[in-house]
């Protein structure tokens, strides 16, 4: 069955970048589904944070769009976040999912990885 | 930008009973693109509904899913233990671009 798998730093300074790689196994990244990543910051909800196409085409938060960047390396079956001048506001479980459909009718997110914990902190 | 408010904020009811969850879109939304999560601590968000209605994959039929406009109900029929976690809605506005509401505490009584 698919399966994500979060990677990266547990640990970013303040003003830095936090980078996180998604990997793909049990199916391929270019099967028509906009790839996303969502987060949650300790005992608080979810916030979706973008979500990127087999070609690379992203779609983003508003409201994070000026520090976000998703990319996409098809031939490794990942996909990955970037996210600059990290505050200690982006501490965060940082969750990347698969939608339940294919293209733009994409609905909600059907598979999620387990997530990975980012702190930002000196 | 649609807005979603989930009441209550904290439910208590015991095993066996009927659950009803409530989210309230502002403003209201034409597409029914709701969708519902149930999250445990330290997992991650499992889907159970999506198109307001729809269950995912797996989904027992004791959760169900419906309304329109602007008030989307998750109702779980006779709750079971495990049933008891925070759930989420969500909006899906059709071109990528989803909101998730603030959650709603589903505990044992």
């Known amino acids: 069955q698919v399966q994500l798998q979060e990677s990266g730093p547990g640990l970013v300074k303040p003003s830095e970048t936090l980078s996180l790689t998604c990997t793909i196994s049990?199916?391929?990244?270019?099967?028509?589904?906009?790839w996303g990543w969502i987060r949650q910051p300790p005992g608080k909800g979810l916030e979706w944070i973008g979500s990127?196409?087999?070609?690379?085409?992203?779609f983003n938060n508003p409201s994070l769009e000026s520090r976000v960047s998703i990319s996409v390396d098809t031939s490794k079956n990942q996909f990955s976040l970037n996210l600059t001048s990290v505050t200690a506001a982006d501490t965060a479980v940082y969750f990347c999912?698969?939608?339940?459909?294919?293209?733009?009718?994409?609905?909600?997110?059907?598979?999620w990885g387990q997530g990975a914990m980012v702190t930002v902190s000196s | 930008e649609i807005v979603l408010t989930q009441s209550p904020g904290t439910l208590s009811l015991s095993p066996g009973e009927r659950a009803t969850l409530s989210c309230r879109a502002s403003p209201s939304v034409s597409n029914n693109y709701i969708a519902w999560y149930q999250q445990k601590p330290g997992q991650a968000p499992r889907l159970l509904i999506y198109?307001?209605?729809s269950r995912a994959t797996g989904i027992p039929d004791r959760f169900s899913g419906s309304g329109s406009g602007t008030d989307f109900t998750l109702t779980i029929s006779r709750l079971e233990p495990e049933d008891f976690a925070v759930f989420y809605c969500?909006?899906?506005?059709?071109?990528?671009?989803?909101?998730f509401g603030q959650g709603t505490k589903l505990e044992i009584k």
């Open positions: 969500q909006h899906y506005d059709g071109s990528l671009k989803y909101t």
């Open positions: 049990g199916s391929f990244i270019n099967t028509g589904y906009f």
């Open positions: 198109g307001a209605s």
């Open positions: 999912a698969r939608p339940v459909v294919r293209g733009l009718a994409a609905r909600a997110f059907e598979i």
């Open positions: 990127i196409y087999h070609n690379g085409r992203t």
